[in-house]
């Protein structure tokens, strides 16, 4: 009963190895794209156009972020997107990162100019 055991931790912890090792080396090979924004809404990212963000970052599975200095944010999470205090003349950088980076990408840089 002790050697199954041990059988099934050996599998698991090999398994989480292969699977954080197919993680990184997929993390690896695609480019971080980015672009910065001046935000020209004169009420800056406010409730309405972040949830719109937020819909729209979710439709995809690369990692977005929106950073405005020191401060950065998942674009997924609105009150991470909230938090950031996004304002009229501020600029923000926008970084994509993932297996969808490059259609991500252009709908995102879209919605910031057309929103934003």
């Known amino acids: 009963m002790l050697y199954l055991h ?3 931790v050996y599998k698991m912890v090999v398994l989480s190895i292969l699977y ?3 993680y990184a080396l997929v993390k690896g090979l695609t480019k ?3 672009f910065n924004y ?3 809404d004169e009420v800056g990212l406010h409730a309405r156009p972040a949830g ?9 599975s690369s990692e977005i972020t929106v950073s ?3 401060k950065s944010a998942d674009a997924k999470k609105l009150f991470a997107l909230m ?14 990162q993932g297996g969808d980076e490059d259609g991500a990408y252009n709908t995102v840089k879209s ?4 929103n934003l």
């Open 52 to 60: 719109l963000l937020v819909k729209t970052a979710g439709e995809f």
């Open 20 to 22: 954080t090792y197919k």
């Open 111 to 114: 919605f910031f100019e057309s």
């Open 83 to 96: 938090g950031l205090g996004i304002k009229c003349g501020d600029t923000v950088a926008v970084s994509i």
């Open 32 to 34: 971080v794209k980015e």
């Open 38 to 40: 001046t935000i020209k």
């Open 6 to 8: 041990h059988l099934f």
């Open 68 to 70: 405005k200095g020191e």
